[in-house]
């Protein structure tokens, strides 16, 4: 019954709201992730002032789209209100109007304005195989217009990069085992062509809605969040799941669940692999705070670098 009515209060809170109401809605946000600064008014409108500045461009290669869905479906207020009036995202391939050679113009031509400023957020890896022709994004004066190019570009002019999701982060589910299409990660793409743009790794299949939009505020206002080894914020990924895990104590007891649907005991028989994962969904939780992984399956270590090869079988213990 509680769980219902959490329920009904998130879908009656998916309304739209005034920029004003959902910049206090992210320092709200923000009390959970630990940025004590953002309660500070100061906050609101250094936020405010660099979403004229520093434009975020969000491109899309071989992924799923899930990333971009997770923060449809778990953020309050709505996608259009985070992607528009607070991440003062100009290029979107699923939600903007644009399309075609248009909006591939206006992509280059927003990279040119606020060359050294803008964020590129990328979302799915790039396959380098064929000369990048797995994924061709669009066409400019009839040339082909590949993710490989929107990255090399784009990489190079931007003054941070964004990796969003696993699959841009580490290569993820496009470059597990076999991976025809030679997919990379943006960190291991700019190794191979000496691009130095910091890139800040946001991972997870999906990622939480948290991480993108606390890591965006935080680039935006105060710059490169502190990273850990794989380049990822330490603020969300600096803890391990199962040291913090609710069944913890089970294990240390050796009370272990029998099957998915057995509420009681730890899950490690069943596949878990929160011991080798760092995240904070044990306490952010998925789908408006309603519940994650643990309670209802496992956790498949969605966030390392070497998901998904690493993690299979997923309900089979590591
Ligand atoms: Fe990969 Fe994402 Fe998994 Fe999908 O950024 S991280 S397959 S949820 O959409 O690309
Ligand atoms: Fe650790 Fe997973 Fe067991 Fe939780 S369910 S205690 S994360 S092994
Ligand atoms: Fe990914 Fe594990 Fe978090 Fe689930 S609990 S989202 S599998 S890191």
Request: contains cysteine; proline residues 5%.
């Amino acid at each position: 019954m509680k769980d219902k009515e959490m329920l009904m209060n998130c879908q009656q809170k998916k309304t739209g709201v005034s920029r004003r109401t959902f910049l206090k809605t992210l320092t709200g946000t923000a009390a959970g992730i630990g940025f004590s600064q953002m309660f500070n008014p100061a906050f609101v409108s250094a936020l405010e002032k660099a979403l004229e500045t520093h434009p975020v461009l969000w491109v899309q290669g071989q992924g799923c789209t899930g990333c971009s869905v997770s923060l449809l479906n778990s953020v309050d207020p709505s996608i259009a209100d985070v992607l528009l009036k607070v991440i003062s995202l100009q290029f979107h391939p699923t939600v903007m109007a644009s399309e075609g050679e248009t909006a591939l113009e206006n992509l280059y031509h927003i990279a040119e304005k606020y060359k050294g400023k803008f964020s590129l957020a990328v979302e799915g890896a790039i396959p380098m195989a064929a000369n990048g022709k797995y994924c061709v994004v669009g066409e400019l004066d009839h040339k082909e217009i590949t993710m490989v190019d929107i990255v090399k570009d784009l990489g190079a002019k931007a003054g941070s990069v964004l990796s969003v999701g696993t699959c841009a982060a580490y290569g993820g589910i496009p470059a597990a085992k076999g991976n025809q299409t030679e997919a990379v990660g943006v960190m291991d793409f700019f190794k191979l062509y000496d691009i130095k743009t910091p890139v800040v790794n946001i991972p997870g299949c999906p990622s939480h809605p948290d991480w993108i939009v606390g890591s965006i505020a935080h680039l935006l206002t105060k710059g490169i969040p502190e990273l850990d080894d794989d380049g990822r914020p330490v603020i969300f990924f600096g803890e391990n799941i199962h040291d913090n895990c609710s069944h913890v104590e089970e294990y240390d007891e050796g009370i272990m669940s029998a099957g998915l649907s057995d509420a009681k005991g730890c899950r490690m028989d069943l596949g878990c692999k929160g011991p080798d994962t760092y995240a904070d969904c044990y306490k952010r939780k998925w789908n408006s705070g309603l519940n994650w992984c643990v309670d209802n399956s496992v956790c498949i270590g969605c966030v390392e670098p070497g998901f998904p090869d690493a993690s299979s079988p997923f309900y089979e213990p590591a």
